[in-house]
Nanobody
Framework: QVQVVESGGGLVQPGGSLRLSCAAS????????MGWYRQVPGKARELVAA???????NYADSVKDRFTVSRGGARNTLYLQMNDLKVEDTAVYYC??????????WGQGTQVTVSS
C-alpha cells in the first residue's frame, strides 16, 4: 500500500506561480513513477506531468515551458513548479504513484485557482 498526500494549492493571479508538493508513504520502494493530474468539473482527469524513477519526464502540451516536475531528495517526494499560471489552469490537482505491480494510488487533491 502507498499513501499519497498533496499540498501547496491556493489562489493566485494570472501570471503568478505556485509550487505543489506530494509526499508518498508506505511501500515507497515499489514506486516506479509519480505524476500530477488535474480535473475540472464535468471533464475527465488529465495528465499534467509525470516522472519515472529512471528520470523520464512527460508533460501535457498545455503546460510545457511553464510547469516543471521534479523529485525531492527522497524518492517519495514529488514537486510541481507552476509558472505563468493561466485561468485555464484552474483545477483540482492530484498526485499519483504507480508501482512496479501496476497499481496506482491517488491523493485527495489540492485546489488551484487562477483568478484576478
Amino acid at each position: 500500500q502507498v499513501q499519497v498526500v498533496e499540498s501547496g494549492g491556493g489562489l493566485v493571479q494570472p501570471g503568478g506561480s505556485l509550487r505543489l508538493s506530494c509526499a508518498a508513504s508506505g511501500s515507497t520502494f515499489a514506486i516506479s513513477a509519480m505524476g500530477w493530474y488535474r480535473q475540472v468539473p464535468g471533464k475527465a482527469r488529465e495528465l499534467v506531468a509525470a516522472l519515472t524513477t529512471t528520470g523520464y519526464e512527460n508533460y501535457a502540451d498545455s503546460v510545457k515551458d511553464r510547469f516543471t516536475v521534479s523529485r525531492g531528495g527522497a524518492r517519495n517526494t514529488l514537486y510541481l513548479q507552476m509558472n505563468d499560471l493561466k485561468v485555464e489552469d484552474t483545477a483540482v490537482y492530484y498526485c499519483n504513484a504507480e508501482t512496479n505491480a501496476a497499481r496506482t494510488y491517488w491523493g485527495q487533491g489540492t485546489q488551484v485557482t487562477v483568478s484576478s
